[in-house]
């Protein structure tokens, strides 16, 4: 829709100018096609191409980041995506040139508008310069380049490209007015024409518009036409008020203010006086470039030509309000800014809806607080409230803290009575949140609470110190704070719901599932919690990455650990993309996690690796400066029985521990209770009060390892310490914990606990049956190969719903026998299995079936898929868990066996039928990495599937990644010919467009 001041025609010589150095300066005034020659070299660049523009008044680091950020995700490239997102506050260079010099294939980065770089931007530019890697390719454009970065060009592979080569040349002019005009021209007005307009785009283009419409009527008109443009010079004001000349002096006016808003739609048109909307405009011949989906701008050139000298007020407030009401905060702040309508900003800024702060970037927001007066400012202190809560939601803590305590000032200058004053009351509350939160002071708690039971307190503010307090409360990690905490950080997740803050009430419900739930054992809820804030945002890698940590954690803790492995393997992937610089914290998360899996499962070390690179990884993990992980770290070791270094890590933690919480002298008693040493666990008990003092949901394991050095010292009391660990598990609504998290001193335990304890009864030790990529059975600790016709009876049962008659067993293994003689073999079999293998197998008359406590990974892998095909369940977090259980085809050790095919070919399509699932949710979340990742998976195990190498291919198209899209295409053309399989006309089709077209959309590629 609209016709661009920066003409579509591409010009050759300019492109192929650009493409001959790394680095391409484009320099030259507004309107010389600078924006225009941007486009067509991300349209001809072979792979992914990015462009972010400065806006506003200045240009600084943070603005290149979030530009950056949001270009990166519109174009689906995902991992550098996260790696800017993830990267420490402003370390812009530090995460994008690791990241560029880890690539292979070419991206191409683009910023426009560099005349707005700040001192600390403009250094940035500078050593992009100087240390931009090959084979990647970086073009900066502005009016005028920084001249630190200008001098850094010297001696570097670069071009620039000014005004003299962006000047038309009379075939380009002629190409761009189209053969319906040029064949009623002769070359010679074409040339006086294009000189006329000096060869500046702009003047060009606006000319060849005049030109267009004249040809639309009659021949004489373009002859008019062409006389009046070569008659005098051709300036961009004489061309566009040329267009306009036609129109009313009101529509001229109102063609003016309007030229100044950022995005323009059929309201806004309309309002300003001009019936019909954005189609009136391109009627008048006005060029109109996009600004967001469904609206409009005009361009900088011709904005610079008409911009009125007076902006109308009552325009500039009534499209404030319509992009409020629009969820376009940023325009709403940058007209007012921009208008200079002081009382006007500070009014949108004091009543800003709590669901539009997360919409704004906070670069703009902090300009757009810049620009009040201190005495607006000092009128109104919360204004830098809402300041804080965008940085916070941007993870910039810093700025966050600094914002409170300026509005904090400001209300002490004013010298004003809090108890009477609502903005006092609203900044001495988000005051007292920030400083509950970070200091474990029950004073401050206290006057939190106070503060509270006011009913005049504002209601985000309300929310906000309900939040606060929880958190702070919930620190002391007592069980009765934990429940308190857990209560409060729950109302403030309902408060900040109802304000329609949803960001703060997902922030708050990671909050609750972290320092109150999991603490106190409730895992469920846990769970509940962090997936309603996943589900808030499935497209936001920040929001993912910070929160499938704790997730994993959970899901460890339950046994689940198909699921946790799913977790951690997407956190791999991402944390490896990004890169260390980009994601350190993530991925000595990733790494916490699977210890905990690792020694929970007996794995001494991986144990150990993984403990070891959280620690050598030094980044803070915790709240304590280490000292939390530390103290875990010592527990997981010491249960996997590498005791030296579970006390040097004890030792390392007590060191750092401020003395806050009883988790590091929890750590100390589970380290002597692992070593045996009954006389010091029961000291350190005695610390913990005999236990009341340690988290609820680790009661239940400090009574079990007090049984066990009772055990180990011959104590009398080993059994009925036991029984309570068990009772006091299944007091948590998880009877199997200690099962699960203490599997062999559980099952030392267990003959005891049962003569006291129903829940010990009732827990089941573990067998389970690994079928999938291989074929092992697991009993605690204890992992079994099955061989030999024991083990081929067994996977015949696990591949066949656990159940067989006796005959159709006997069928399967022994096909040619006779029945009598088949049946004295079954027996043998039997007989071998139990004593062999353990007791798996019942038989009831002449039923076979596996017991059913025993769980097969088969099974378990087909459920998650059920799961994936519910409309009620989250499909792809479904299908992740179910591809980490295949690990390839089933029961492999047996080889070819008749009855086991069907099997094997129904999981393998299944599995088929997972990466697909995931590849369709995160493409639709534009996660467009990992769904070309799960594709390409897809495509390992079933190489000629056509359909796979088109939407892989379609997405690598979609990112920019022409070639990479062409060799995959020719890699399942070979693969379908190789199999005697011909590719479908779809396949070339696809290839064709790929071939002939620089620039695609995914529509235009399907």
Known sequence: MGISIAENVIRPRLVDLASTARIVVLEAPSGAGKSTLLRHLAADHDGPAVLADLSGTRGTRDQLRSRLHRSLSLNGLSDLAAALKQGSDGDLVGVLLPWLERQAERLLILIDDLQLAEDDLAGVIAHLIDSWPAPHRLVLSGRRLPEVARQR???????????????????????????????????????RITHGCDGWAAAVSLAGVRLQRAASGSNSEVE???????????????????????????????????SVLPALDD???????ISGGVAALIDLGLPLDAAQPGRWAIPAAVRDSIAPEVRDEHLTRLAAHHYVDSALPGAA???????????????????????????????????????????LLAAHPRILIDLADSYIVAGHSEAYAESIQRATRLIEERGSDADHDPEALEVHAADLTMRAVAHNDDRLVGEAEELLARPDLPPMARARLLGGVGRATASRRTAAALRVGARRLDEAAQAF?????????????????TFASIPLGRYDAALEQLDQALDAAPSSVTMRVAILPYRAFVLVDLGRYAEAQAVLAELRRTTNAIGTLGNERAAAFTRWAAARMASQQGDAEATWAACRAVERSDVIVDTSDGAFFRADAAQLLARVGLLDDAERLLAEARKRDPGTTDLVTTAAFVVAAHSGDLARAETVL????????????????????????????????TQALAAAAFEEAAQLGYPDLPLIHEPRIAHLLLPFAERSSASARDATPRTHLNVLGGFTIEVGHEVIEPSGRPGELVAFLALNDRLSTVDQAIEALWPDTEPARGRERLRTVLRRTRRDLGDLIERHDDLLRLRSSVTVDAEEFLSFCRQADDPAANRERSAAAALELYRGEAVPSLGYREWAEP????????????????????????????????LLAALERDPIAEDRYLAAARLLAEQGRRSRALQLLAEGRGALQRAGIAPSTELSRLEAYLQRSPAMSAAEAC
């Open 153 to 191: 060009l010297t001696g570097t592979d670069s071009v620039v490209i000014g005004p003299g080569e962006l000047r038309f040349t009379p075939a380009e002019a002629g190409d761009l007015f189209g053969g319906d005009v040029t064949s009623l021209l002769n070359d010679t007005d074409v040339d």
């Open 497 to 513: 719901q109802r304000e329609g803050a949803l960001t703060h009430a997902v922030a708050n419900r990671v909050i609750a599932a």
């Open 686 to 717: 005695a610390e913990l009060d005999g236990g009341s003092r340690v988290e609820p949901r680790d009661r239940w394991r400090v009574t079990l390892l007090h049984a066990f050095a009772c055990h180990e010292a011959g104590d009398q009391r």
């Open 333 to 375: 702040l940058e007209v007012l800014e921009a208008a200079h309508l002081e009382e006007d900003l500070a009014k949108l800024l004091v009543n800003l809806p709590p669901a539009l702060i997360g919409r704004i970037d906070p670069t703009d927001h902090a300009a757009a607080v810049a620009a009040l007066p201190h005495r």
């Open 224 to 258: 008019r036409e062409a006389t009046e443009l070569t008659g005098r010079p051709a300036t961009l004001p004489d061309l566009v008020g040329s267009l306009l000349a036609a129109a009313p002096p009101p529509v001229r006016e109102a063609v003016a203010q309007l």
């Open 267 to 273: 309201h806004l048109v309309e309002s300003a006086g």
């Open 903 to 934: 099997a094997r070919r129904q999981l393998e399509l299944q599995a088929l039928a997972m990466h697909d699932a995931v590849a369709d949710e995160t493409a639709g979340d534009g996660r467009i990495d990992d769904a070309i990742r799960s």
